[in-house]
């Protein structure tokens, strides 16, 4: 049988090889080697300021948005250089879906914000995009919350709900993974349970990167942990093995809480 962290290594379906990562002249990643296993969750953890988001975000090349970026290595979707100058980064992003930290539903109603990437790929039918609402919003676990109330602002949602809101817009396209940034917290315990239930369910059908600052939701809901410290990877593996018997005495000293 498979150990965990061997599935992982032979099929992953995003991958850094050796990815360094510059904002001007400050060197933000260092040489980091990582893969997200499909259907798989794997949490990315470490102290402020080491690169969690920048690492995401390189996932989908949202870092472009930062210029000047600068990178070195390679960041691969399926075996394929997502560097390529040939890359189509509008279809990039819609395989590799984002949530951010900060609820950003658009000022429109609930059903507008869900609806708004299948319209921009050219989905027109009404009833093909109600069935589409309600499928997202029902992965998103808002459904029941919300059916009365699909014309309404999406700003009128609680905090909780709005961000239950932008994962439903971010699966609304079919994404094959999805990448989520601290989507929890700004969110009370309830809401983020939540938001952790439905991560473990929609895993069957999307590989899931989640960037978080709480330990416990890591070990809570991931299948594979990557610590990083100062840019670089210090350790990656199954959760449960890098929680209980870390490798290396820098993960033992952050999970300990011994900084950060
Ligand atoms: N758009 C940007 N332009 C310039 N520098 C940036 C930019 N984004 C991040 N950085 C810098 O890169 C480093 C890594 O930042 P990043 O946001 O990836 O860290 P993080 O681990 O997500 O931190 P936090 O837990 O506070 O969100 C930091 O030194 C940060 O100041
Ligand atoms: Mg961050």
Same mark, same amino acid.
């Given at each position: 049988?498979?150990?965990?962290?061997?599935?992982?290594?032979?099929?992953?379906?995003?991958?850094?090889?050796?990815?360094?990562?510059?904002?001007?002249?400050?060197?933000?990643?260092?040489?980091?080697?990582?893969?997200?296993?499909?259907?798989?969750?794997?949490?990315?953890?470490?102290?402020?300021?080491?690169?969690?988001?920048?690492?995401?975000?390189?996932?989908?090349?949202?870092?472009?948005?930062?210029?000047?970026?600068?990178?070195?290595?390679?960041?691969?979707?399926?075996?394929?250089?997502?560097?390529?100058?040939?890359?189509?980064?509008?279809?990039?992003?819609?395989?590799?879906?984002?949530?951010?930290?900060?609820?950003?539903?658009?000022?429109?109603?609930?059903?507008?914000?869900?609806?708004?990437?299948?319209?921009?790929?050219?989905?027109?039918?009404?009833?093909?995009?109600?069935?589409?609402?309600?499928?997202?919003?029902?992965?998103?676990?808002?459904?029941?919350?919300?059916?009365?109330?699909?014309?309404?602002?999406?700003?009128?949602?609680?905090?909780?709900?709005?961000?239950?809101?932008?994962?439903?817009?971010?699966?609304?396209?079919?994404?094959?993974?999805?990448?989520?940034?601290?989507? =929890?917290?700004?969110?009370?315990?309830?809401?983020?349970?939540?938001?952790?239930?439905?991560?473990?369910?929609?895993?069957?059908?999307?590989?899931?990167?989640?960037?978080?600052?709480?330990?416990?939701? =890591?070990?809570?809901?991931?299948?594979?942990?990557?610590?990083?410290?100062?840019?670089?990877?210090?350790?990656?593996?199954?959760?449960?093995?890098?929680?209980?018997?870390?490798?290396?005495?820098?993960?033992?000293?952050?999970?300990?809480?011994?900084?950060?």
């Amino acid at each position: 049988m498979k150990r965990e962290s061997e599935a992982v290594a032979i099929d992953p379906v995003l991958q850094t090889k050796g990815l360094s990562v510059w904002y001007g002249a400050h060197q933000a990643l260092k040489d980091v080697d990582l893969g997200i296993g499909v259907n798989r969750i794997t949490a990315i953890i470490g102290p402020s300021g080491c690169g969690k988001s920048t690492l995401l975000r390189c996932f989908n090349r949202m870092n472009d948005l930062f210029p000047p970026i600068r990178y070195d290595g390679s960041i691969l979707f399926h075996g394929q250089d997502a560097l390529a100058p040939s890359t189509d980064l509008v279809a990039l992003r819609r395989r590799v879906g984002m949530v951010f930290q900060r609820a950003n539903p658009f000022p429109m109603s609930i059903f507008q914000n869900v609806a708004y990437g299948p319209r921009l790929q050219g989905i027109g039918n009404r009833r093909r995009l109600e069935e589409i609402v309600e499928s997202a919003l029902r992965r998103a676990a808002l459904w029941e919350e919300v059916k009365d109330r699909l014309n309404r602002s999406a700003l009128g949602l609680s905090g909780g709900q709005q961000q239950r809101l932008c994962i439903a817009r971010a699966l609304a396209v079919e994404p094959e993974v999805l990448l989520l940034d601290e989507p =929890a917290s700004a969110l009370d315990p309830t809401a983020t349970a939540k938001i952790e239930d439905l991560v473990l369910e929609i895993k069957s059908s999307v590989s899931v990167a989640i960037v978080t600052h709480n330990m416990q939701q =890591a070990a809570r809901v991931s299948d594979e942990t990557a610590f990083m410290l100062n840019g670089k990877l210090i350790e990656e593996g199954p959760t449960r093995a890098l929680f209980t018997s870390p490798r290396e005495r820098l993960t033992e000293d952050y999970i300990t809480g011994r900084f950060g």
